[in-house]
T-cell receptor, first 116, second 114 residues
Framework: EAGVAQSPRYKIIEKRQSVAFWCNPI?????LYWYQQILGQGPKLLIQ????????DSQLPKDRFSAERLKGVDSTLKIQPAKLEDSAVYLCASSFTSGRGTYEQYFGPGTRLTVT | AQSVTQPDIHITVSEGASLELRCNYS??????LFWYVQSPGQGLQLLLKYFSGDTLVQGIKGFEAEFKRSQSSFNLRKPSVHWSDAAEYFC????????????FGTGTRLKVLA
């Protein structure tokens, strides 16, 4: 079974530029998550989708971050414009959801963003 | 509100020694509990999970964890550490309903001495 795919793996941009990250979840996983992991910290949830609907985006800085999952499969996270404090690893995860609930999350390798 | 505390930022053990990583959580109901491991430059890999039932759960790579409701703890253990276990370990608590949101601890970095 293929895991969660993310691209690119690394990205270096200057502040005020824009950047986009892509995620393809495990096949059949309805729930998709984007996390931000700053060096030395645990992952922090930015946004959670179930199919193509947003379940939780309470910690997404909506003035500069946006995310979509138009067809309920892959997803894109965008930052525009980037700030120095956005330097982090951006992790995508997915999980299977049934009528009984949502199960454990599986993570992709992450995209390491450096803003200079 | 959910929260997770991993009191040890760094732990160093000798290869072959036993290991215990601590995790304490705060949650109003029975939570889902997880341990993940992250090697440098990699994503998070699930080691084990607790949803319900037996409070001692076995995971991959020889790890186990015990859920103690009275202590709000879910400590990770391994009887004999291998050099390849050097990594960062994250405990997470997940809501058992609603959005099933996870909250992660700040992680414990494990160093293994040869």
């Amino acid at each position: 079974e293929a895991g969660v795919a993310q691209s690119p793996r690394y990205k270096i941009i200057e502040k005020r530029q824009s950047v986009a990250f892509w995620c393809n979840p495990i096949s059949g996983h309805a729930t998709l998550y984007w996390y931000q992991q700053i060096l030395g910290q645990g992952p922090k949830l930015l946004i959670q989708f179930q199919n193509n609907g947003v379940v939780d985006d309470s910690q997404l800085p909506k003035d500069r971050f946006s995310a979509e999952r138009l067809k309920g499969v892959d997803s894109t996270l965008k930052i525009q414009p980037a700030k120095l404090e956005d330097s982090a690893v951006y992790l995508c995860a997915s999980s299977f959801t049934s009528g009984r609930g949502t199960y454990e999350q599986y993570f992709g390798p992450g995209t390491r963003l450096t803003v200079t | 509100a959910q929260s997770v505390t991993q009191p040890d930022i760094h732990i160093t053990v000798s290869e072959g020694a036993s290991l215990e990583l601590r995790c304490n959580y705060s949650y109003g109901a029975t939570p889902y509990l997880f341990w993940y491991v992250q090697s440098p430059g990699q994503g998070l890999q699930l080691l084990l999970k607790y949803f319900s039932g037996d409070t001692l759960v076995q995971g991959i790579k020889g790890f186990e964890a015990e859920f103690k409701r009275s202590q709000s703890s879910f400590n990770l253990r391994k009887p004999s550490v291998h050099w390849s276990d050097a990594a960062e370990y994250f405990c997470a608590v997940g809501a058992a309903s609603g959005t099933y949101k996870y909250i992660f601890g700040t992680g414990t970095r494990l160093k293994v001495l040869a």
